[in-house]
């Protein structure tokens, strides 16, 4: 049980991570063409941020919780 409540809780700080990651690429893209230089950058830590986050909801899945 203390394994699927700490998956949960780093899902809720990769939520966290990922959700304020969106936001910077959001506000990135409201600025342009200030910041252009930013985009494949911001883009890319958006994007993995992403992808640990289906990573481990996915293994919460797995686990059964």
């Not at 809720?12 to 506000?27: C, E, F, G």
């Not at 985009?39 to 993995?48: G, R, Y």
Request: glycine share 4%.
């Amino acid at each position: 049980m203390e394994d699927i409540d700490t998956l949960r809780a780093e899902i809720k700080k990769l939520n966290a991570q990922a959700t304020q990651l969106k936001m910077d690429l959001h506000d990135l893209s409201e600025e342009l063409p200030i910041g252009w230089e930013r985009i494949p950058e911001v883009a890319a830590k958006t994007h993995q941020a992403y992808e640990k986050l289906t990573a481990a909801r996915q293994k919460l899945a797995a686990s059964g919780a």
